[in-house]
């Protein structure tokens, strides 16, 4: 029985970490979209990364927000490919 509970457990975890993973993307995404209208994205991104918000979604997520998650969402954001689509071509 608690084999189960285990089993349970860890599925809900992951379920969970897979939603906050999307929070994250979804992030990424409304950064790029303010990075190409305005130019503030990376910013934002950057700013997000260590808010309170952004680094309980990213622990979240299983992401350690620091200075290196930082830049590379940061670099990423500056690059302008929507999430949707850098996933695709991996």
């Known amino acids: 029985m608690y084999?189960?509970?285990?089993?349970?457990?860890?599925?809900q975890a992951e379920h969970a970490r897979q939603l906050f993973a999307a929070v994250v993307l979804a992030a990424l995404d409304d950064a790029i979209?303010?990075?190409?209208k305005f130019g503030?994205?990376?910013?934002?991104?950057?700013r997000?990364?260590?808010s309170r918000d952004g680094t309980e979604?990213?622990?979240?997520?299983?992401?350690d927000s620091n200075k290196r998650v930082a830049a590379e969402m940061a670099s990423f954001v500056a690059k302008g490919v929507p999430?949707?689509?850098?996933?695709?071509?991996i």
């Open 3 to 11: 084999i189960d509970d285990d089993i349970n457990t860890r599925e």
């Open 33 to 36: 979209a303010d990075n190409k």
């Open 40 to 46: 503030t994205g990376i910013m934002q991104i950057e």
């Open 48 to 50: 997000w990364v260590h």
């Open 57 to 63: 979604v990213l622990a979240l997520a299983g992401i």
């Open 83 to 89: 999430t949707s689509v850098a996933l695709t071509s």
